[in-house]
């Protein structure tokens, strides 16, 4: 991509173009001080951020002019005055900024090049420029995905202003996008929060595993999230701008899942007074969710592996199959290996639905996860109640780790709820806690609450995890942790962690 204006406009164009600034002067005070504009430094406060800018207009003249108001504000531009070359230009660079000309060889030139943008710059905003005469035509654009339009004979101050507003939006845009992934490199995926070995070979896999269009199983138990990853699969992948259709097995007699997942037509049962679409069509070219596959009844089983094997469904009471497009996804808490023994479920189905496996693990096999957990569920919930968030007692702490959580995250989630409402201060004390956690549980079913570590070892892990992922900030990581920072400089030496 070239990092400067096209240096070959005619001799006329050029002299056109120095008498065009010339003019513009009046309009624009600072180019009258500095002849020299393109190469003058910008005034304090004007540059933030450099762009790259592609400017696509006929007149060469004018198509000068406004790159030399906007390099004077630090930007690098590229000037090109037809469509193929605009066209070509998107192609092979990244522009922060798109100027174009509405009208130029062809009446529809201006938005083909907003067009364009829109399948390869996606990252880009659009400026359109045009004649009084135009505007129509303008607004048209504005509702193709243009930033703005701005009218000629362009004020030069106006338009840098213009400009500058795209291009700051377009900056905060890429800051918004890069800290998302910052945070999800620190603190999870898609909402998917831990920072154990567990959850990070889960992470790893969802992120191998999200672009495809590979069919999943999620195991876990109850409360693990599985939904979320599947969500998280979904909104990672090529069709993350089309539907995800979540659909729980649990309970639904054959009729009403078959009719769930295929639809129905007029008159196919009493009180089918309307065509219906089930689950798979109005997940076409998106992603469809099964949770608790492993309930599903055996008649059903064969009728989904039809459908999968062949892209079809045929609603009740139809003759007619109609092609899908789903990528699926399923989940269960159950041990399908063992109900295919048990001849409960097919093993045909099995292979079809086992692109890749996705365990969760409980919240018991990864306790180092609670405090950043809890952390996050206490800021998310005071921001419901638009409250300051209460830090967690270093004790509070304690009893949370302790806990076997049964329910796994979602019982975590649950009881952060319910501390959060009824704290009457600015920190979750035990007297917070519910009856089953505050009285202190040393064995759930005859198993250590220690699963194997030490209460001392677990938040010795804990402390070290939260160091790690706030590099090393002391303040951050006692904040993380839900403690005072002189209990965690004592813990600091106490465990001898620097």
Known sequence: MPSMPSQHPTTSATAAAKADSDRNQARDPSAAENPNAASATPRDGERG???????????????????????RL????????????????????????IVTDLVMDGPEDGLEVLATARKTQTNAHTIVVTAHGDIPTAKTAIKGGAYDF?????????????????????????????????????????GIIGSS???????????????????????????????????????NSKRAKRQFVPLNCAGMTE??????????????????????????????????????????????????????ESGEVVRLGSNEARRVDVRFISATNRDLDTLIKEGKFRQDLYFRIKGAQIHLPPLRERREDIPLLARHFVQFYSRQMERQPPEIAEDTQAALMRHDWPGNVRQLMSVIHNMV?????DRLEPRHLPPDLSEGDTE?????????????????????????????????????????????????REYGLK
């Open 150 to 190: 701005i009218e000629k004979p362009l004020d030069l101050e106006v338009f840098r202003n213009l400009c500058q507003r795209a291009i700051q939006a377009v900056a905060l845009e890429s800051e918004n996008t890069q800290l998302r992934q910052r945070l999800d490199e620190q603190y999870g995926f898609e």
């Open 49 to 71: 951020y450099s762009a790259q800018v592609l400017i696509v207009d006929d007149e060469a003249a004018h198509a000068e002019v406004m790159a030399e108001a906007l390099q």
């Open 421 to 425: 409402i009824v704290c009457d201060g």
């Open 255 to 308: 009729s009403i899942l078959e009719d769930e997942l295929f639809g129905h037509v007029k008159g196919a049962f009493t009180g089918a007074d309307r065509d219906r679409e089930g689950r798979f069509e109005y997940a076409d070219g998106g992603t469809l969710f099964l949770d608790e596959i492993g309930d599903m009844p055996l008649v059903m089983q064969a009728k989904l592996l039809r459908v999968l």
């Open 74 to 97: 630090g930007h690098v531009c590229t000037i090109v005055h037809d469509l193929p070359s605009a066209q070509d230009e998107m192609k092979h660079g990244n522009f922060d900024l």
């Open 444 to 492: 759930v079913g005859g198993v250590s609450m220690g699963a194997g570590l030490s209460l001392e070892q677990i938040e010795k892990q804990a402390i070290r995890n939260a160091l790690r992922l706030n590099n090393g900030n002391r303040e951050a990581t006692a904040r993380m942790l839900g403690i005072g920072e002189r209990t965690l400089y004592r813990k600091l």
């Open 197 to 235: 070995p567990a959850i990070r070979r889960v992470i790893a896999l969802l992120r191998q595993v999200a672009p495809t269009s590979i069919p999943v199983v999620i195991t876990g138990e109850n409360g693990t999230g599985k939904e979320l990853v599947a969500q998280a699969l979904h909104n």
